[in-house]
């Protein structure tokens, strides 16, 4: 005969109804659930340069990566894997990011914070135009 009590059926629930919170939090603050990763690890191609307006920003979202345009047409691209908790970035509001998982907010045109509880600002990456499409590529 055991000497472990043995469970309730309050303690077989309660431990029922946890599990999977846990288990899906631990999924939200990974960045390697998409199988794609942080930063491009190769060139790729995003999209038409005319894509990106000047004074703003396109989130290319399944590629993890975020271009603006500046006013003299110049672009800037940064990784959109936040800097804080890994999670792939998925919302662009103007020029600013915003990570679903713990709500901090960066600039699109620098990569810097906006609101934390991120400290770091995202990678940036280098960008070019080829053949009319915009290329990121790691930062050299």
């Given at each position: 005969m055991s000497t472990r009590p043995s469970a309730t059926r309050r303690t077989v629930l309660r431990g029922a109804a946890l599990t999977p919170v846990a288990g899906l939090g631990?999924?939200?603050?990974?960045?390697?659930?998409?199988?794609?990763?942080?930063?491009?690890?190769?060139?790729?191609?995003?999209?038409?340069e005319r894509e990106?307006?000047?004074?703003?920003?396109?989130?290319?979202?399944d590629e993890n990566v975020?271009?603006?345009?500046?006013?003299?047409?110049?672009?800037k691209a940064y990784s959109t894997v936040c800097t804080h908790?890994?999670?792939?970035?998925?919302?662009?509001?103007?020029?600013?990011?915003?990570?679903?998982c713990h709500g901090s907010r960066f600039d699109a045109t620098t990569g810097k914070v906006l609101q934390s509880p991120a400290?770091?600002?995202l990678t940036?990456?280098?960008?070019e135009v080829k053949n009319g499409k915009v290329v990121a590529s790691p930062e050299a």
């Open positions: 631990l999924v939200a603050c990974s960045a390697g659930g998409s199988g794609t990763p942080a930063t491009p690890t190769a060139p790729v191609a995003l999209g038409a990106v307006p000047k004074g703003g920003a396109k989130l290319y979202q975020v271009v603006s345009r500046a006013a003299d047409g110049s672009l908790g890994g999670c792939p970035i998925n919302k662009l509001s103007g020029t600013t990011l915003i990570c679903p400290t770091v600002p940036e990456l280098s960008v």
